[in-house]
Structures are given as structure tokens and as C-alpha cells.
């Protein structure tokens, strides 16, 4: 193998989307040796990306400078950078819509693509969505576009990405990557592609296989997160710590897994990708995924839960909510990253301050263009701590003085299981 791969046309890729997906997948690549265009429609991102200036907080300045030095490298809004491509890896979002999923930048990239699509070449579908989707939606755009078939004239597959922002374990390259193609060749090809990028990769027969495979495990966490959300809503009414519970049960060295409640679910995986699964099987099958939709109904009023349990700790101290001031500790829906993306915790800012709250938020890992609007920038300081009539912890980043927030607080309801104290209520 070269370090391009085995086959040899491997050789110049394109990854669309240059983002918490697409950027890492850029970067590895380069190091294994590929040519990469990473097409990104956002100017603004294309500009930072070809000064070395990342804001993907897995890939520092750093690894884009040496990125760049290979000569290896070059982010553009232009598809006409995309010509002559061997591979391309379409990384690009896939919201929902109305509830509906919205499948519009697929189709966006795939027109883009297609023109540019040559005989030999591989095209590989990264973002989440429902399976039959690269064989139904996205071939007919490709094949309407380039007058190619496929399978035959150029190879065509799915690898959802398992990509877990600010894991320092579980990185691209150490990750097992599931791969999958239209057809024996197909498979091959994306095989030899991500072989070259990561150690190790997991084969399955189908595209429709490996997008499942990426909904059932989004699922799987989702299921189960509200399994305890709703848990820790019922414990506390009979008087039980469901914490200790948790830790308990988490002493079973078979047959348990370990998940904690919080404020609700974010990201791009939970609040939204069991969705097209449900979304899937209602439009095909005619039947309501039960469990997805009990899933979605317990974590999204998880913000309005912790609303409503710091009303009633306010009211238990003789204050209103109305006017009091809070301070809210993380605002990124997982520790240790700036990624807001479906936060629950913003859900909760936005209810605070519809309630009349004087909030605001300390999390120094987001961008302050994504505070709400009406809440103040905050620093987790001994005297904006000391200032609060309540902090809540809602995102339980490292950087945080836990021991600092219990010592300095008059009261601290805490979601995320750091606090302890005679001043700290627990979800």
C-alpha cells in the first residue's frame, strides 16, 4: 500500500464540508498523503481555513499550518476546485426541517459534484440520514449530472462518521470506521480509501446497512438518556438519589451500561439523527417508532424541567425567579468543546430569561456570537459566583473550580453531578 492507498488513482480528494467532520477528515488525509480540496461554502470558513486559523477545536492551528506546508492543502468555496477528484467524501449538514428531514445540501453537493465526475472516481456520503439514502437520493443526482452509471462507471458508497468532539482517546484515526459501496468494487474502493486514513475499518453489505448502523447507534444513547432523564425526574419524588443509584448499578461488570441525566441532548446526533429513523419508518412502513418519540418527548423538556426545579429551590429560599440573578456554567451541549449545536443549555438561557431572570453564562470554550440574546457574558470568578442567587451547572467543562462554585455560592443546582454540598441541589 502507498500512502495513497492501494489503488492508484486514490489520489487527489475532495471532502465537502469543512467542519466538525469533513476539517479532521481533511487533515488526516494530508497526512496520509492525499492532495485535498476541502470545499466549504462558507467564505468566511475558507478564508480562516487557508490562513491556518481553525475553528474546529480537534484540529489546533498547528496541524492546519502543517496541513499547509505540505503543499497539500487548499480549502475553496469553488466546485470547479473539485475537477478531476478520485475521491470525494460529502460531509455536509443534514437538519431537520418542520420535522422533516432536509436533505437540500446533499442535493446542493451532489449537483456541484456531479459535472466533475469522471469514470474510476469514488463518491462517499459521510452525513447522517436515513438509510437509502445514497442509493435513491443522492446516485440519481450524480447519475442525472455526469451521464455516468453507477455501479459500473464510478463507485459509490456510505461510512457514517463517528466523529466525538474534544475525545482525546477516541480521535479519526483510532476510531473503527464502518464502510460500505453499491457493490463489490464499490466497497473496495471506499475500503482502500479510509484504510489509508484510519487503522481500522468495519465492512458491511450495504449502504442501507451502514446507514442504519449510524441511526441505531445514535438511538441506542438516546433511548437510554432518557431512560435516566425520566429516571432522575421520578427518584427525586420518591426521596432517592438517582446518582447514587447510577453508581451503583455502573459496579455490574456485564450487561449494564453507564448513562447520566442532564439538562437534555445536543448536538447534531441526539436531537436530531433518531429522527430520521423515526421519520423513516413512518414514511415507509407506516408505522410511529414508539420508542424514538417517547426519546425525544423526555429529552427535549429537560430544559423546562431544570427551569422548573430552580423555580421551586428559589421559591424554598424566599426568592422569585423573576429578578434574581443567575449564573450558568457551560452553554455547549457536551464538556470540554465550544459546540452548540442543539444545546439544551441555550434552551434553558432562552427560558430563563422569558421568566424575567437576570442570567448569565460562563463557558469560555464557546463563541460569544451564540450567547442568546439577554444573556450577559460571565466569567466563573469567586465574585460573579458570590454575586448569583443561583449558579446552575449545565455543561460540567474541566475548567470549571467545582470546589470554588460550592465554597463561594449561595446555592448551586447542578445537572451534571460535580457539586456537593448542604448549598448544592443535584438533578
Known amino acids: 500500500m502507498t500512502d495513497k492507498g492501494r489503488g492508484s488513482l486514490m489520489e487527489k480528494l475532495v471532502v465537502v464540508g469543512q467542519g466538525y467532520v469533513g476539517l479532521p477528515l481533511a487533515v488526516r488525509a494530508v497526512h496520509a498523503g492525499f492532495d485535498v480540496v476541502g470545499v466549504e461554502v462558507d467564505e468566511w470558513r475558507v478564508k480562516r481555513l487557508n490562513a491556518a486559523q481553525s475553528y474546529v477545536e480537534d484540529i489546533g492551528d498547528d496541524a492546519l499550518a502543517a496541513a499547509h506546508a505540505t503543499g497539500r492543502y487548499r480549502a475553496s468555496a469553488d466546485y470547479a476546485d473539485a475537477e478531476g477528484f478520485d475521491v470525494c467524501v460529502i460531509t455536509v449538514p443534514t437538519p431537520l426541517t418542520d420535522g422533516v428531514p432536509d436533505l437540500s445540501h446533499i442535493a446542493s453537493a451532489g449537483r456541484s459534484l456531479a459535472p466533475r465526475l469522471r469514470p474510476g472516481a469514488t463518491v462517499v456520503l459521510e452525513s447522517t440520514t436515513y438509510p437509502g439514502t445514497t442509493e435513491e437520493y443522492l446516485r440519481p443526482i450524480l447519475e442525472e449530472g455526469s451521464g455516468l452509471r453507477a455501479p459500473g462507471d464510478f463507485h459509490l458508497g456510505y461510512s457514517p462518521e463517528r466523529i466525538d468532539p474534544g475525545n482525546a482517546r477516541w480521535r479519526l484515526e483510532n476510531t473503527p470506521k464502518v464502510v460500505s459501496g453499491l457493490d463489490d468494487a464499490a466497497l473496495a474502493r471506499v475500503r482502500d480509501f479510509y484504510e489509508a486514513v484510519v487503522e481500522h475499518v468495519v465492512p458491511v453489505s450495504s449502504p442501507q446497512v451502514a446507514e442504519l448502523c449510524k441511526l441505531l447507534e445514535n438511538t441506542f444513547r438516546h433511548v437510554n438518556i432518557a431512560l435516566v432523564n425520566e429516571l432522575s425526574v421520578f427518584a427525586r419524588q420518591l426521596g432517592i438519589d438517582v446518582w447514587e443509584a447510577i453508581d451503583a448499578a455502573s459496579t455490574k461488570p456485564f450487561g449494564y451500561m453507564r448513562f447520566t441525566p442532564g439538562p437534555g441532548v445536543g448536538g447534531h446526533c441526539l436531537p436530531i439523527d433518531p429522527s ?80 424575567g431572570a437576570d442570567v448569565r453564562a460562563a463557558d469560555p470554550h464557546v463563541d460569544l456570537a451564540l450567547v442568546p440574546e439577554g444573556v450577559a457574558i460571565a466569567d466563573a470568578s469567586p465574585r460573579e459566583i458570590a454575586a448569583a442567587d443561583a449558579v446552575v451547572v449545565l455543561t460540567d467543562h474541566d475548567c470549571f473550580d467545582y ?25
Open 276 to 355: 430520521y429513523l423515526s421519520w423513516k419508518v413512518k414514511r415507509s412502513l407506516g408505522h410511529n417508532f414508539r420508542f424514538v418519540e417517547l426519546a425525544n418527548d423526555v429529552n427535549d423538556h429537560m430544559p423546562a424541567h431544570v427551569v422548573d426545579r430552580l423555580v421551586l429551590a428559589l421559591n424554598d429560599r424566599r426568592k422569585a425567579l423573576n429578578g434574581s440573578r443567575v449564573l450558568l456554567l457551560g452553554l455547549s451541549y457536551k464538556k470540554n468543546t465550544g459546540d452548540c449545536r442543539e444545546s439544551p443549555a441555550l434552551e434553558v438561557a432562552k427560558h430563563l430569561r422569558k421568566l
Open 403 to 427: 470546589a470554588l462554585v460550592q465554597r463561594e455560592s449561595a446555592f448551586v443546582f447542578d445537572t451534571r453531578n460535580r457539586c456537593r454540598g448542604p448549598n448544592v441541589e443535584r438533578l
